[in-house]
């Protein structure tokens, strides 16, 4: 009540006369006044801060603009700039550096979507337009031919001509012949949150989204995904059984890799997950499986994902950034590691077609084929029909730094968060609660009781004033704290 009062935000129509000038000023000073200032190096609570200049610039130019990004003739320059983003990402993420060049396109398609949650949802709501179709649920063109189609053994151009024959029209709902089986998403214990409330929007039943334990630093348990994938194909041995209906099947078609965990920062192994999401595939076709089995691995980097632009071995093998191309798509948050302002979201699918396919509704006074430019639309690719020049952001910060500054600026942040691990080191009060990852710092505070609770447990070894900075510390230990003196902890 007393900041409502103070800054004045509630609205009233006493008067129909306009404020005067300098008094709305004052309103607008008074919103800064009592927002957080979210840009002070004290501003710990959150994965962004400090607002990069150069964004900013950008976004007050494409905010004067006030325009759309569906169509190229509503908005041809953001067109273009968000297509050259999301080809340049594309090429970054999945092409090797060999076919890194202006020859090259990326084939794919990307979008810059309304934060990461939209993107989890979007990739999750393609993967299974995907399935269905390849398996005949969904309507087709005539010209696919076989609905039994293996992507991982198509060369480049068969696999073109595959997603080029994928439509959607009006028809589709009464052309469907069966129903399809309960498909089966899977997600680590350290996945966004917004994966369960996508499974939600999408209508899964909440058992079937199902979540994997990790290992202590956050990492994905992949001999328990794999032991999960083995026990839904254990109840696809009886598909073709006449007493067994489809719709009681359970169908793996979407794992979701966490890029950069909240809480722990952890990095899943890509590789590894995508290899038993193949295994499982090829497997159903030594089987002659009556079905196309397809799994859609997405690499969810919303915080993780902007070690995309660093140029270090070591981070980009902590991170498993070169891991990504081996996935079907990909998202970071330029608004969080890299300064952008909210929102900045990109999402990219290797895929051609991928997102046409699953969102695009046609509709004639928007996305007419005929029209100049139609062939650069990005509306239809997207389940919102207005879109805001988000690209721009992105843009500015790459053509001002370059791939070099952006890149230098993760590594920097990588830099700093050792020098931190380095301080907790010499301070006999801390102590790491998991390893620390490149952008992630788990540790606890333990006041003198809590300390010396700790060590007549003998969960911290007993220690004098000399040991500080010696190399045998035991803040290089990581501790599970017991949950009474965790409570008190939480009080302290």
């Known amino acids: 009540d007393s900041l409502q009062k103070r800054s004045t935000s509630q609205i009233r129509d006493e008067t129909t006369n306009n404020m005067r000038p300098e008094s709305f000023i004052d309103l607008l000073s008074l919103i800064q006044k009592y927002s957080v200032n979210t840009s002070h190096p004290y501003f710990f609570n959150q994965l962004f801060g400090s607002l990069d200049p150069i964004a900013l610039a950008a976004e007050i130019v494409a905010l ?22 999301m080809n340049q990402i594309g090429k970054l993420v999945f092409m090797d550096d060999d ?133 839904l194909e254990d ?18 078609f979407f794992v979701a890799c966490t890029a950069g965990s909240t809480v722990r920062g952890s990095f899943d192994e890509i590789a590894e997950i995508v290899k038993v999401c193949r295994d499982y595939e090829s497997r159903g076709l030594k089987s002659g499986c009556q079905y196309d089995r397809s799994i859609w691995v997405h690499v969810d980097g919303a915080w993780g994902g902007s070690a995309i632009f660093s140029s270090r071995p070591e981070v980009r093998s902590d991170t498993h950034m070169d891991e990504i191309k081996l996935a079907d798509s990909f998202t970071f948050n330029p608004h969080k590691m890299l300064g952008a302002p909210q929102q900045t979201t990109a999402f990219i699918v290797r895929h051609r077609n991928a997102l ?19 062939e650069y639309d990005l509306g239809d690719l997207s389940y919102t ?91 290089h230990r990581f501790i599970e704290v017991p949950e009474d003196i965790a409570q008190e902890l939480a009080e302290v």
């Not at 006030?66 to 003739?73: A, H, I, K, L």
């Not at 337009?129 to 039994?148: E, L």
């Not at 696809?236 to 793996?252: F, H, L």
């Open 64 to 85: 004067s603009v006030n325009t759309s990004v569906y169509t190229y003739e509503t908005a041809p320059v953001f067109t273009l700039l968000e297509r050259e983003v």
């Open 99 to 231: 076919r890194d060049g202006d020859c090259n396109r990326f084939e794919g398609e990307g979008l810059m979507i309304p934060g990461g949650s939209l993107a989890n949802l979007t990739a999750m709501h393609a993967a299974r337009h995907r399935w269905k179709v390849m398996n005949g649920f969904n309507n087709y063109s005539a010209d696919r031919g076989n609905s039994k189609v293996d992507f991982d053994v198509l060369d480049s151009e068969e696999e073109k001509k595959f997603e080029d024959s994928f439509c959607v029209t009006e028809n589709t709902v009464q052309q469907l012949k069966k129903l399809p089986p309960r498909l089966v998403a899977f997600v680590s214990s350290e996945a966004h949150y917004s994966f369960s409330k996508s499974a939600r929007v999408l209508g899964m039943n909440d058992e079937d989204l199902i979540v994997i334990p990790t290992h202590p630093d956050g990492r994905m348990d992949v001999n328990m995904l794999e032991k999960n994938i083995a026990m």
């Open 235 to 252: 109840e696809q041995d009886g598909y073709g059984d006449s007493n067994q209906s489809i719709e009681t099947k359970r169908v793996p």
């Open 356 to 374: 046409r396919n699953a969102n695009a509704a046609g509709a004639k006074y928007l996305f007419d084929p005929r029209k100049n430019g139609a």
């Open 385 to 475: 029909c207005g879109r805001r020049t988000d690209a721009v952001k992105l843009w500015a910060m790459w053509k001002y730094y370059g791939r070099l500054g952006l890149g230098a600026r993760v590594d920097q942040k990588v830099d700093e968060l050792q020098l931190f691990v380095d301080e907790l080191n010499r301070r006999q009060s801390f102590c790491l609660a998991c390893k620390p990852w490149p952008f992630n710092v788990n540790f606890f505070y333990f006041p003198p009781r809590i300390r010396d609770k700790l060590m007549e447990r003998g969960l911290i070894p007993f220690h004098d004033n000399n040991r500080i900075g010696n190399e045998e510390n035991w803040v």
